[in-house]
């Protein structure tokens, strides 16, 4: 059915595809309107950074602290949940990422730093009902916006460009990172020419993405990587959970080979349901590249089916652009392979409104 364009669309009528394709444009969107960003003269001299975000509005960071973590001079904490890290304080550089700008626990946490006198950086989609613009606002905080135009979807993981650009343009801008110009013209042109490898047109014999949806399809997939594309496979499993309504894990290299082997035995009913996603880089430790090969034969030996994709690029951040789109399109269609439509979060809205029925909104 990967090739039935009349049921695709019919599953797809909130438009994930098209969110999908347009994520190079996410990000040149991002670019282009905060070139004069700039932050105030005493967000500097930092000595640690927090992004603080749920779910789709992490996923920028995630792939950034994995990215450029041989960079970073200063640690950097992905913050998911309530209350601060005791280290936050004013030397932090702290940025609120909420796609809705309406997210319970980041607008919590918000109270917190500022007491703590954080630096406060805010990122959120253009939304009347957006609490964290409103704050920004009112305590003239840096902050970066844009209108979701490029994400049909609605879907804060389909926007996963403005996240991942939205939070790079104030690490380029405080100097945490920098990031050469042309680096991005091909990143965004291999994106643009993986539409023409990846979009539900082009047929299944001939698309890697569908190819290695089937794949996975009926399995509970493990996705396994380095470490400098761990924050990939974790928005990797965000999305097939998400878009692929599919239970899936994810584990990183060399950590696995020291706790991970030992459970392959058991469940024996269990194994024919696991599929194991090799993102085997040529950029990795050539050490963790053996360790991949040995890990292959273990999962084999197990009788476990398990697949490669091997990123293109010639760095670290264009192999973790390659990884993003190639695994959000994977996603995509594991979600039409079960027969849902990829944008619908029943569980999630039920969730949210279940919490605020009983605690109340913050």
């Known amino acids: 059915m990967l090739d039935d364009l009349k049921k695709i669309n019919q599953l797809d009528r909130d438009r994930v595809g098209d969110s999908i394709k347009m994520l190079p444009k996410q990000i040149e969107q991002v670019f282009a309107e905060n070139k004069s960003l700039r932050l105030p003269g005493n967000y500097k001299n930092f000595r640690n950074v927090v992004v603080d975000g749920m779910g789709g509005s992490n996923l920028g960071g995630r792939l950034i602290k994995s990215v450029f973590a041989d960079r970073l001079k200063i640690p950097l904490e992905i ?44 990122l959120s989609m253009e939304n009347p009902k957006s609490v964290l613009i409103e704050i920004a606002r009112r305590e003239k905080l840096p902050l970066i916006t844009f209108d979701p135009k490029f994400n049909p979807s609605t879907q804060p993981r389909m926007g996963v460009g403005y996240s991942v650009a939205g939070i790079l343009t104030y690490f380029m801008r405080s100097g945490l990172v920098s ?43 493990v996705i396994v990587s380095g470490n400098f594309l761990e924050g990939n496979i974790h928005i990797f499993r965000n999305q097939i959970s998400e878009s692929g309504k599919n239970f899936p894990s994810y584990l990183t290299l060399p950590e696995l080979n020291h706790y991970s082997l030992e459970g392959l035995g058991h469940p024996k009913l269990g194994k024919k349901y696991l599929h194991f996603l090799f993102i085997d880089s040529d950029l990795e430790n050539k050490r963790v590249q053996v360790r991949s090969e040995l890990t292959k034969k273990v999962v084999k030996g197990e009788g476990i089916s398990f697949s ?22 994977v996603s995509y269609y594991l979600g039409l392979l079960n027969n849902e439509n990829p944008a619908a979060v029943r569980w999630v809205d039920w969730f949210k409104e279940e919490l605020n029925r009983k605690v109340g909104k913050i």
């Open 79 to 122: 913050k998911a949940g309530y209350e601060l890290p005791a280290f936050v304080g004013k030397e932090t550089f702290y940025i609120l990422s909420s796609y809705s700008g309406t997210t319970e626990e980041t607008l919590y946490n918000h109270k917190e730093a500022k007491i703590k006198g954080a630096k406060i950086a805010v």
């Open 179 to 221: 990031v050469d110009k042309k680096e991005w013209d091909l990143i965004i042109k291999r994106m643009e020419e993986g539409n023409r490898k990846y979009s539900s047109e082009v047929k299944e014999k001939e698309n890697p993405a569908k190819q290695a949806a089937r794949k996975i399809f009926g399995k509970m997939p």
């Open 308 to 329: 490669v994709y091997a990123p293109k690029g010639k760095t670290k951040l264009q192999q973790a652009f390659d990884v993003l789109y190639f695994g959000s399109w």
